[in-house]
């Protein structure tokens, strides 16, 4: 039976294909709270990256000291958008994996990643995913009609906290523009590659073996309480309405990439 993670390793070193770097960001109270254990987790890992990547002000002297560990400043706060846009402007030829600072991954979590990519290697690979639904192909539906994807590879949302692995130039130039995402997208990240890679006409594929994340507790505000928050039209929807607006041949798009 073939050792996967060994394989893995050895196209890793012996070849001239991409490093694999995770990268994930962390902010106020969760840097000292959540950081060092989801960290310890991304390193902990069958399959190592060739880099993991914490992008945050004022680490912890704990963090600091964590052997393996990549600390950097971002040269301007974006938000949850710190976890790829750095990464992606400092390695733009290299594989991207992003993680959260609140959850504790399981040892496979980036071999199943790169597993799927050995099969799709043009395709964004994904743990968890929403599908991208649509009302008579030109609107889309409230986010919390969505659910988990069968309708094929070019309808998908990745959630990037669980995990969400980006092939080089797998995503639209567009997607450095640190000025509009914070106009279009500011609090998601999730939607602002979502759209990215829609413009570049890239497909998506979720890891087919389901894996088990745990919350790391925190006191801090969670993302996705954010997102849900706004009435009758969630943050969530309204960061939706905004990127297709301002790109409205990102619909069109999706519907040609499906038929």
């Given at each position: 039976?073939?050792?996967?993670n060994?394989?893995?390793?050895?196209?890793?070193?012996?070849?001239?294909?991409?490093?694999?770097?995770?990268?994930?960001?962390?902010?106020?109270?969760?840097?000292?709270?959540?950081?060092?254990?989801?960290?310890?987790?991304?390193?902990?890992?069958?399959?190592p990256?060739?880099?993991?990547?914490?992008?945050?002000?004022?680490?912890?002297?704990?963090?600091?000291?964590?052997?393996?560990l990549?600390?950097?400043?971002?040269?301007?706060d974006?938000?949850?958008?710190?976890k790829?846009?750095?990464?992606?402007?400092?390695?733009?030829?290299?594989?991207?994996?992003?993680?959260?600072?609140d959850?504790?991954?399981?040892?496979?979590?980036?071999?199943?990643?790169?597993?799927?990519?050995?099969?799709?290697?043009?395709?964004?690979?994904?743990?968890?995913?929403?599908?991208?639904?649509l009302?008579?192909?030109?609107?889309l539906?409230?986010?919390?009609?969505?659910?988990?994807?069968?309708?094929?590879?070019?309808?998908?949302?990745?959630?990037?906290?669980?995990?969400?692995?980006?092939?080089?130039?797998?995503?639209?130039?567009?997607?450095?523009n640190?000025?509009?995402?914070?106009?279009?997208?500011?609090?998601?990240?999730?939607?602002?590659?979502?759209?990215?890679s829609?413009?570049?006409?890239?497909?998506?594929?979720?890891?087919?073996?389901?894996?088990?994340?745990?919350?790391?507790?925190?006191?801090?505000?969670?993302?996705?309480?954010?997102?849900?928050?706004?009435?009758?039209?969630?943050?969530?929807?309204?960061?939706?309405?905004?990127?297709?607006?301002?790109?409205?041949?990102?619909?069109?798009?999706?519907?040609?990439?499906?038929?």
């Amino acid at each position: 039976m073939t050792d996967y993670n060994t394989v893995c390793l050895e196209r890793i070193r012996y070849t001239d294909i991409n490093l694999i770097i995770i990268s994930f960001t962390s902010y106020s109270n969760r840097v000292e709270d959540t950081a060092y254990r989801a960290a310890c987790t991304l390193l902990d890992q069958t399959l190592p990256a060739d880099k993991v990547i914490l992008w945050c002000k004022n680490p912890t002297l704990q963090l600091r000291n964590l052997v393996g560990l990549e600390i950097r400043e971002p040269i301007q706060d974006i938000g949850s958008h710190n976890k790829i846009i750095w990464t992606l402007q400092e390695f733009p030829n290299d594989i991207i994996v992003t993680a959260d600072d609140d959850l504790y991954y399981p040892r496979n979590w980036l071999a199943l990643l790169v597993q799927e990519h050995e099969k799709h290697n043009t395709n964004i690979i994904c743990h968890l995913a929403r599908e991208v639904t649509l009302v008579d192909n030109n609107h889309l539906k409230p986010y919390h009609q969505w659910y988990k994807p069968h309708h094929g590879p070019n309808r998908i949302l990745p959630l990037m906290g669980y995990g969400c692995l980006f092939p080089p130039n797998s995503l639209h130039t567009d997607v450095t523009n640190k000025e509009l995402l914070l106009r279009l997208t500011p609090k998601s990240n999730d939607v602002w590659c979502w759209a990215m890679s829609v413009l570049n006409r890239t497909k998506h594929s979720v890891v087919s073996e389901q894996v088990t994340f745990f919350d790391i507790p925190h006191n801090g505000e969670r993302l996705w309480q954010y997102h849900q928050d706004g009435g009758s039209v969630t943050n969530k929807d309204r960061q939706f309405q905004q990127v297709i607006a301002h790109y409205p041949e990102i619909l069109t798009k999706m519907v040609e990439m499906t038929d």
